[in-house]
């Protein structure tokens, strides 16, 4: 089989991009893809900030996927065991991989009230879509949870109230209804607990320690899911 592979020949088509500015080498690889087969949420891999997340994720023992198949090509796979403070929360597969792109799509259900473009045309909320500025502002932090804890939800949605493809009814596409539902509960529930003004109509990432702590009650989680 070696000596096969050492008559093989070919050719690789390899594009070298010698801009000095790390920016517009970013800019010319985004356009130069949209002319092919690649898609919005593999541009994830392209941003500072979404590389910064992944080695925050991978802290609390989580692969925050930024480019398609990268998860597959992982040596040590079981590396990634999970937050177990949030065990409870229902995952059917839990292999403790989190997509950019549906991490992206809760936390613009949860924070953002952004139903409609994660049905419609998530592609917005991925690099160089309309709405990805929208979520990702120059102060946004660089803790994981606020991305982590709707994603969480949304698996507990789809593998404990059969929320997804196995709906037959309203929550066969119900599934990022249920997490901005949840979020806004629970706002309610902070606001009758005078941790949060009555002036507010959503939580904010600014928030994310008393959702956390929230969150690290198993009773009350499971109370409010």
């Known amino acids: 089989a070696s000596s096969e592979v050492a008559q093989v020949q070919g050719h690789v088509l390899v ?41 925050t994720f991978r802290a609390l023992g989580y692969y925050y996927e930024i480019q398609t198949g990268s998860w597959d090509r992982l040596p040590d796979q079981k590396g990634y065991q999970g937050d177990a403070r949030f065990s ?3 995952w059917k597969r839990r292999d403790y991989r989190v997509q950019a ?10 924070f953002l009230t952004k139903i409609a473009v994660c049905y419609s045309n998530p592609g917005e909320l991925a690099p160089g879509g309309e709405q990805y500025e ?7 932090p660089n803790d994981p949870e606020p991305f982590l804890l709707p994603f969480l ?17 309203f929550r ?25 003004g009555d002036e507010k109509d959503s939580l904010t990432p600014g928030d994310m320690y008393q959702i956390r702590e929230f969150f690290t009650r198993e009773a009350l989680g499971k109370r409010l899911l």
């Open 88 to 90: 409870y929360l229902g």
């Open 15 to 55: 594009r070298v991009f010698t801009e000095p500015d790390e920016k517009e080498r970013i800019k010319i690889s985004r356009f130069t893809n949209k002319q092919n087969a690649v898609k919005a949420k593999d541009f994830f891999a392209l941003e500072d900030y979404q590389r910064r997340l992944a080695t």
């Open 101 to 110: 792109i549906e991490a992206v799509k809760c936390y613009a259900a949860a």
């Open 153 to 169: 939800v949304l698996k507990h949605a789809e593998d404990v109230l059969h929320y997804g493809h196995r709906g037959h009814d």
């Open 172 to 196: 066969a596409r119900g599934r990022y209804f249920y997490v901005a539902a949840t979020f806004r509960t629970l706002l309610q529930v902070f606001q009758e607990a005078n941790l949060a």
């Open 134 to 140: 929208v979520v990702f502002t120059e102060d946004m």
